[in-house]
């Protein structure tokens, strides 16, 4: 089968401008959601491999993140991305005429099931691969405590934008993957393209701040009846695997996979597994 080609376009939807990746193909199509800090490019590699499947997938740039829009500040974080994720839920499938299967990683992760407690959403299933929101976050610590990032914020004396690029570039390299040795050189530089002056990481981690009490308790699982995957790697040091138990515990039905060796990122770490469990996961009707 021809690989379908990746359509990047400027779109609105739930009223922010933002960016949207996008493959052709058959259903039921899926809605891909980024974590904190990143973007629709977090995507690609699971894209380019969907692209040769004929399955029709989606992604796009969250509120506040990559090149979308930014967000209300007199609202909560968790309810703009819902009404964004809601928006392109019922777009997908007005358009493929197919419930749609939402996942994400992270934050995006986090969507996801928020997502899926929306009963009147046109949505078949869930994918979340290491949602934030079970346990106490430590990964905005984790962050905050960077020593660059703290002289970067700290500091009066301007810092050149390549050097920005190059320690936000680190520290995602070093805190969100295993093993980087199968990680493009581009997927780091995308990544810290978005974080490339003082400006632009001191809102990110302002958003952060904000996060952090939505992030306590965010889901009511007994509003959840869609067939949920859940996906993790067992060396992520952002949000531990341990937090699945409480979707094993209220989803006992879950599908869980567990990658080896993999750290918070497998879209990019694992994408071909990650591909797989999709596909097997959601299989397009016979």
């Known amino acids: 089968m021809a690989a379908q080609p990746l359509i990047e376009y400027r779109d609105e939807i739930a009223g922010h401008h933002t960016r949207v990746l ?3 193909g058959d259903g039921p199509p899926l809605l891909l959601l980024h974590g904190f800090a990143d973007s629709a490019d977090t995507w690609r590699m699971v894209l380019d491999r969907l692209s040769r499947t004929g399955r029709r997938a989606m992604a796009i740039d969250l509120p506040g993140f990559g090149t979308c829009t930014t967000i209300d500040p007199d609202d909560g974080i968790l309810p703009q991305i819902d009404a964004m994720v809601a928006s392109a839920v019922v777009r997908l499938a007005g358009e493929t005429g197919e419930d749609v299967v939402v996942s994400g990683n992270s934050l995006g ?5 928020r997502a899926a407690q929306n009963r009147d959403l046109p949505i078949t299933a869930v994918a979340p691969i290491a949602p934030a929101g ?6 905005f610590s984790i962050i905050e405590r960077d020593p660059f990032l703290r002289t970067l914020l700290g ?15 680190r520290l995602y390299r070093t805190l969100a993957f295993s093993d980087t040795s199968g990680i493009p050189p581009q997927v780091l530089h995308t990544f ?3 974080l490339q002056d003082r400006r632009s990481v001191s809102r990110i981690m302002g958003i952060g701040k904000r996060l952090l009490p939505e992030l306590r308790d965010p889901f009511t699982f007994e509003h959840i009846d869609v067939p949920v995957l859940l996906v993790w790697g067992d060396r992520d040091r952002m949000v531990t695997h341990k937090g699945s138990r409480h979707i094993l515990e209220a989803l006992p039905e879950t599908r869980y996979e567990l990658i080896e060796g993999c750290g918070h990122c497998p879209q990019l770490e694992t ?5 797989d469990a999709l596909l097997e996961f959601a299989p397009v009707p016979a």
């Open 155 to 169: 500091s009066g004396l301007p810092i050149p934008p390549p050097v920005t690029r190059l320690a936000v570039a």
């Open 192 to 194: 810290a393209g978005h």
């Open 109 to 113: 992760g986090c969507a996801s099931l």
């Open 22 to 24: 996008e493959i052709e």
């Open 134 to 139: 079970l346990d106490m976050p430590v990964w």
């Open 271 to 275: 994408p071909d597994r990650v591909v």
